[in-house]
């Protein structure tokens, strides 16, 4: 475990990485700005049910007055959860500002892969990541979820990216920086609420131990970075494509039009989307979330058999 001054480990979380047993790490955006209150708070309890249901232990991850938290309370869940976007959206570019002066932040896929690995968990769920936007040619919109997966070891189980994104730029930027992109059951990168995108994954792997294995591999190899796991949602909850791809079109033609950008597209475009589909999504989108901490647990369980 790499010590650090701003780190709270929670006592149960501490005591099982110190055991060598499986902690799953998840984020906290996604509480605070992925979902409505109270859908928000129940989900990310029920994600940390599951995790424990499936052999690992939970660690949610955000920053409290300015301390990195690995592993929060109910309570803690709950003031996320019902402060929603009053919380800021805290990158790895906003972390030192906010230890400093003390505050709070909802961490993204960035900020809890940093502080997962600080903890020295491993395997983190989450819904989506983010990546190259549409238009990114000329707006250089590119999520930092993509450098932190080229640099730092923790391998990230998303249900994929979604088509708010541009997934062929997305995935020609991981390959650049070597991160690999694994489908879990599937040679096709999924788009979140959907199975199927149209563009191909690098590897196919069809269980958690393999998976455990090919990540422990790219350590053991000295490689740097952190592996992507896309695990398709499942069937039963998928959605229309068409239905999601002309919310998502109308959505980014609303961002335009109303000047959105920087930190503000990614929570604006999901929350239009949302809007758009009826709510629809927001089950799909919690259904994902469970699978892929069903799949992390199972996965973090498998590597420390290893
Ligand atoms: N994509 C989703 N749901 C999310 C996010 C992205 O489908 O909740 C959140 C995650 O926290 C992700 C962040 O790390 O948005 C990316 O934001 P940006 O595009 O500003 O880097
Ligand atoms: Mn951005």
């Known amino acids: 475990m790499q010590l650090n001054k701003f780190l709270d480990v929670k006592p149960e979380v501490a005591e099982a990485i110190a055991a060598g047993k499986p902690v799953v790490a998840l984020e906290s955006t996604i509480i605070s700005h992925g979902m409505p209150y109270p859908q928000n708070v129940q989900t990310a309890l029920e994600v940390e049910r599951i995790i424990r249901e499936n052999g690992a232990v939970p660690a949610t991850i955000a920053i409290i007055g300015g301390r990195l938290k690995a592993g929060l309370t109910a309570e803690e869940i709950e003031y996320f959860g019902k402060k929603g976007t009053a919380i800021a959206k805290a990158?790895?570019?906003?972390l030192a500002v906010l230890c400093a002066r003390g505050e709070d932040g909802?961490?993204?896929?960035?900020t809890t892969m940093i502080i997962a690995h600080m903890a020295g968990i491993k395997v983190f769920a989450t819904g989506g990541i983010g990546g190259v936007h549409r238009g990114a040619e000329t707006t250089m919109d590119i999520s930092a979820d993509l450098?932190?997966?080229a640099s730092t070891?923790?391998?990230v189980v998303c249900a994929g990216a979604k088509s708010i994104l541009d997934l062929g730029l997305t995935l020609e930027y991981l390959e650049t920086h070597g991160v690999p992109v694994i489908g879990y059951g599937t040679k096709e990168l999924p788009a979140f609420y959907t199975r199927k995108s149209g563009f191909s994954v690098d590897y196919e792997i069809d269980t958690p131990e393999e998976l455990a294995k090919a990540f422990k591999t790219q350590h053991e190899l000295g490689l740097r970075g952190g592996m992507l796991v896309t695990n398709p949602i499942p069937e039963e909850y998928s959605m229309d494509p068409d239905v999601i791809n002309k919310?998502?079109?109308?959505a980014i033609e609303e961002a335009k039009a109303a000047g959105i950008h920087g930190k503000a597209t990614t929570p604006f475009l999901l929350a239009k989307v949302k809007d758009l589909t009826g709510g629809n999504?927001?089950?799909s989108n919690i259904q994902l979330v469970y699978n892929n901490a069903r799949l992390a647990a199972k996965t973090?369980?498998?590597y420390c058999a290893l």
């Open 91 to 94: 990158s790895r570019r906003d």
């Open 281 to 283: 999504s927001l089950a």
């Open 153 to 155: 070891p923790v391998m």
């Open 106 to 110: 909802a961490t993204t896929v960035t």
């Open 147 to 149: 450098e932190e997966l």
């Open 247 to 250: 919310a998502i079109d109308e």
């Open 300 to 302: 973090a369980a498998a």
